[in-house]
């Protein structure tokens, strides 16, 4: 114990996980075979049954983020286009981490109620990595409109994507359909103030934490 491991960059830190004994969990990155980012969720905790707290966590990851085992890397998981994804992966992990062992992970939906505007937005796949946002009545006000385009940016944002050729539009750069990063992160790009200040309180928490998370036995 106490050993430090070669495990790659680490990209994102849970200091204190209410689920697990307050234990700090990190997520590691990789290049593997091709390239391909592999990510790995490791602890240096002793505490008992670490290694299935940590398990748990990757399927969470694996579910909500349709991550695949990487190519070459024993134990780690990949985007199937085998890119970083930085951003959403780091999204992804502290999701993650937030369930409790034991409870159920689904994949979410691909519509968020907005529910101060009374509406459902839904995000429908257009190939090539690209997505569509609209309300389900294609209702087409102003306010609706605007507010569709906002919750675009916001994605565009939180999954680090371009912008499609129309307002609503969005794509990612590596051309794969991500469709289960698009449900994670809808909900969050309603309130992107909220998730941007959640994601710097996290990096904070990071840099204070990093030579004792390092360490820990
Ligand atoms: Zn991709």
Redesign the pocket.
């Known amino acids: 114990m106490g050993r430090l491991l070669d495990l790659g960059e680490r990209v994102e830190l849970v200091s204190m996980d209410p689920h697990f004994h307050d234990i700090s969990i990190s997520l590691y990155r990789e290049t593997g075979e091709g390239g391909a980012s592999g990510y790995l969720a490791h602890s240096y905790s002793g505490k008992e049954s670490t290694t299935e707290r940590l398990a748990f966590v990757m399927r969470a990851m694996a579910v909500m983020g349709g991550m695949v085992p990487a190519p070459g890397q024993p134990g780690r998981l990949a985007?199937s286009?085998g890119?970083e994804?930085r951003a959403a992966v780091k999204r992804l992990f502290l999701e993650a981490c937030k369930k409790a062992p034991g409870s159920e992970v689904a994949a979410l939906p691909m519509s968020i109620y907005d529910k101060k505007n009374d509406f459902t937005i839904d995000a429908v796949a257009t190939g090539g990595g690209g997505y569509r946002l609209a309300t389900a009545d294609g209702g087409a006000d102003d306010k609706v409109a605007r507010r569709v385009d906002g919750v675009t940016r916001g994605l565009i944002k939180l999954a680090e994507m371009e912008p499609g050729a129309e307002p609503g539009e969005a794509r990612?750069a590596?051309g794969?359909t991500?469709d289960e990063l698009v449900r994670l992160l809808l909900g969050r790009s309603l309130n992107v103030r909220a998730a941007m200040r959640e994601a710097e309180a996290a990096a904070a928490r990071g840099v204070l934490a990093a030579p004792s998370a390092q360490q820990q036995t």
């Open positions: 985007f286009c890119e994804h990612f590596c794969t991500h």
